[in-house]
């Protein structure tokens, strides 16, 4: 219902608000969730203001955004959104803002099919899971900003470009490491089919409950023969992800002898205390949390 009753707020909310910032502060962008906050904000420097619609924990997919989130938005020169269906609630969120500036930062990139139960043939939308692919997140990125604020384009140029830097050589460090996995065991088997740009990336064979957290209801089949895979190619350790409960994964544990490894984290970044902070040190707990899973037995 929250969404409902912001759609009925956007006219009077749109028609107060000016040609510019709400505040005399730097422009305001905003985007759907936080991993695509930190990589605006490693852009943006202190030219721009960056904020995520979700908060730190959330459920992207089936998200329902309120008043207070319209109202942040209702103050915003630019937003940012993933988009291959990951936030189909954002163009009726958005409805009454035809002139807001909107971003789509996976322009470009050819996605992966998710390749199974109602959502075959779809787009899987996790493609920022790929640090090859991440860095054309980065270049839309750039390219949003430099027109927004043309003024400061060589700074979102040179920031842009150090950015992609990290990013490639996380690639190449990944790929070290996901190496030393023995053939085998290289299959990572978590709750959300989430890890499709990663898994094609590195080599490692992919088996989940649910293709998108949207289509989370655990059925009968699903679990079946996520516990085949798991009996069949004798995998160590099952994993979930931090937006959702892992309740039904541990009893998959339980029913194949393999052991419960941890928490992934992929639509939300954690705390600045916890293990996932920027998108950088998410990939980074990701896989040394799945490398103690399937090299630790």
Known sequence: MGWLIAVMLLPILAGCR??????????LV??????????ARNVAGDHLRVE?????GAEIHGYEPTPSDLRRVAGASLVLENGL???RWSDRF??????LKRSTLTAGIKPLPITED???????????????????????IRQAFSQLDPANAEDYRRRAGAYRAQLRALDQELRRELATIPGPRRVLASCEGAFTYLAHDYGLDEAYLWPVNSESQVTPQRMARLIATVRQRQVPTVFCESTVSDKVQRQVAEQTGARFGGVFYVDSLSSPQGEAPTLLKLQRHNVRTLIQGLKGS
């Open 52 to 56: 995520s619609i979700t908060k730190l």
């Open 30 to 39: 905003i985007t759907t969730f936080t991993v695509l906050a930190d990589m």
């Open 94 to 99: 958005l409805a009454g803002m035809p002139n």
């Open 118 to 140: 109602a959502y075959r043939g779809k787009p899987n939308p996790h493609a920022w899971m790929s640090p090859r692919l991440a860095e054309i997140y980065v270049e839309n």
């Open 18 to 27: 000016g040609s510019g910032p709400a505040t005399q502060e730097s422009p």
């Open 85 to 87: 269906n990951l936030e």
